[in-house]
């Protein structure tokens, strides 16, 4: 997933907690389709956070265009705030933080 998102400027989804997770720590937003409830709440908290939106359909390929567009420019406009968030949940440190507390607990 690293090699993907490295190279994207926005992801299209089912907005599954990881998939949000990851695309968020390399500064990339979010359009999802959610297919479960958990994904509906959690791309609602990406709207609400303004890194991503949830889709609606019915919707025509020129409205789908525009949101890719949108976002798309939303993330070079805004690089600075997509950056700093991605900083707060870095993948890497988030994994270090779970494994230390694995071993506390275990000890």
């Known amino acids: 997933m690293d090699a993907i998102l490295s190279q994207s400027d926005i992801l299209i989804c089912h907005g599954g907690d990881a998939t949000i997770y990851q695309c968020l720590s390399h500064s990339i937003p979010i359009l999802g389709l959610a297919f479960q409830s958990e994904q509906?709440?959690?791309?609602?908290?990406?709207?609400?956070m303004d890194f991503g939106e949830e889709i609606r359909l019915p919707m025509t390929a020129d409205d789908m265009e525009k949101k890719v567009e949108f976002w798309m420019d939303q993330r070079k406009n805004e690089k600075q705030r997509f950056d700093a968030f991605a900083a707060k949940i870095n993948v890497q440190n988030t994994q270090r933080r779970f494994r230390e507390i694995l071993i506390h607990l275990n000890q």
């Not at 509906?40 to 609400?48: A, D, G, I, P």
């Open 40 to 48: 509906t709440w959690s791309l609602q908290r990406v709207s609400r």
